[in-house]
């Protein structure tokens, strides 16, 4: 386009100078054009880029706590997972998967597996292969809509469970089991078990009282016949006694100590005994005839020697002793096995404080107690401290000062010892409101 402007001739000259000039401006344009275009995609390209970081700049410490957070995640996930399980040296696992608080909790008598009612409407069966597994199987049993369990038992084997619930018409008893899958050729099928079935149920058990403890045992006392009996105590002042496969009453009793705090069956069957508002502890014989089913539930003998209300207690592995704990401080042991029909009283065979005081140094109440299968350490509760005493002493053997995040709700020892890393041992369950079940090991009766 340039080189048509350069002629030789004036005329052409003189007109080559309004064209340059209109080359220039064209040129200029184009210029302007092609670099504002330019300029105007980059600011685009700016003001697009800008939102996030201007966003970012207001939100730079969050980015680092998240970064720390993120980072710290893993390494605290991991660490309160590790401080879960291994915050006490007497602590071996942990069942984790409740949707609210534990209410209570029950071995089976193989010590295998372990049951456990919860406040969301769930009671789970949980598989104890070994106690310091990784993850435990659980059978998941869903009460009828509007009830809360609040108390487990097992009946005969660990197919079995009577679960004792709360709802608005009153107290409830529900026995769950199931049927024995059929042979086939399918080992995979005969795997397969059935989920558990209502076999049995009772309602307003105690009116419309609550259920407070729901105590079980294989009955083998002189003519018993090996079943299953429960002794259900209503936080009223009744205690009923039944025949856990069938769902019959065997008997109803009346402490007439204004309210209960609990009540429990002797390991052969023979004696129930309750702790209740008074400082006298009433026990009870189960009397069976000559066919094995129990005859009457008669009053046998009452335990005198605390000054303050029993808050509660429990029978020794050869139903011979029973240890209480009382609100004026002090634990005793009774020997009951004393000829009652000839008037002999029960003996106070020992007497221990206490050992735990407030900051105040005012000795405080144990809430449960429950003594090691070989009656050798006695397991007790005040909150969520957790405490493990030599039943020959009372000296403390070992303690948790917060077993729990919560209040400890039920404990029980496992019946017999069961599998620890390849190991076997007697195994301690805890209950609490923090919605967990802790498993614990038996310390060394000589701490050092």
């Known amino acids: 386009m340039f080189f048509q402007i350069y002629y030789s001739n004036d005329s052409k000259m003189e007109a080559s100078i309004p064209i340059g000039l209109v080359s ?62 291994r915050h006490h040296r007497l602590d071996l696992n942990t069942l984790k998967g409740h949707g609210d608080s534990v209410t209570g909790l029950s071995f089976s008598f ?35 809509a509007g009830c809360h369990p609040t108390a487990v038992a097992f009946c005969d084997d660990a197919s079995s469970l009577v679960v004792a619930s709360q709802a608005f018409s009153g107290s409830s008893l529900y026995m769950y089991g199931e049927e024995k899958p059929q042979a086939t050729g399918d080992s995979r099928q005969q795997t397969k078990l059935p989920l558990p079935e ?36 209503s936080d009223g002042t009744d205690i009923k006694i039944w025949h856990g496969k069938t769902g019959k009453t065997l008997g109803n009793v009346d402490t007439n100590q204004l309210k209960n705090n609990m009540a429990t069956i002797s390991p052969n069957g023979r004696f129930v005994a309750a702790a209740a508002f008074t400082a006298d502890v009433k026990v009870w014989e189960i009397v069976y005839s000559k066919d094995g089913a129990v005859k009457e539930v008669s009053r046998v003998m009452q335990l005198k020697g605390h000054k303050s209300a029993v808050t509660w207690l429990c029978f020794s592995p050869n139903s011979e002793q029973i240890i209480t704990a009382s609100k004026d401080g002090s634990i005793r042991i009774w020997n009951i096995n004393v000829r009652y029909h000839q008037d002999e009283d029960p003996k106070t065979l020992k007497v221990f404080p206490i050992p735990l005081h407030d900051s105040n140094g005012t000795t405080l109440q144990y809430d449960r107690l429950s003594i090691s299968p070989d009656g050798r350490i006695l397991a007790v509760t005040n909150g969520s401290t957790l405490q493990w005493l030599s039943a020959e002493t009372g000296q403390v053997l070992d303690a948790a000062d917060r077993a729990h995040d919560g209040d400890i709700t039920d404990i029980a020892w496992a019946p017999r010892t069961i599998p620890n890393g390849g190991k076997q041992a007697f195994v301690l369950a805890t209950a609490s409101l923090d919605k967990k079940v802790k498993l614990w090991a038996a310390p060394p009766l000589h701490p050092s």
């Open 198 to 233: 209502i076999k049995w149920q009772q309602h307003k058990v105690h009116d419309k009282k609550a259920i407070l403890t729901l105590a079980e045992t294989r009955a083998t006392y002189g003519t018993a016949d090996g079943s299953t009996i429960l002794a259900s105590s």
């Open 110 to 144: 193989d010590g295998c597996s372990l049951a456990t009612a919860c406040a969301d409407g769930v009671v789970r069966v949980f598989k104890l292969d070994d106690a310091s597994s990784k993850s435990f199987k659980f059978l998941r049993i869903n009460l009828p």
């Open 24 to 85: 220039v401006v064209i040129g200029a344009l184009i210029a302007l054009a092609f670099f504002g275009n330019y300029f105007l995609k980059r600011k685009s390209q700016v003001q697009s880029i800008a939102p996030p970081e201007a966003l970012q700049k207001p939100v730079s410490k969050p980015p680092q706590s998240t970064s720390k957070k993120s980072h710290s995640k893993p390494h605290s996930h991991a660490a309160d997972k590790e401080a879960n399980k």
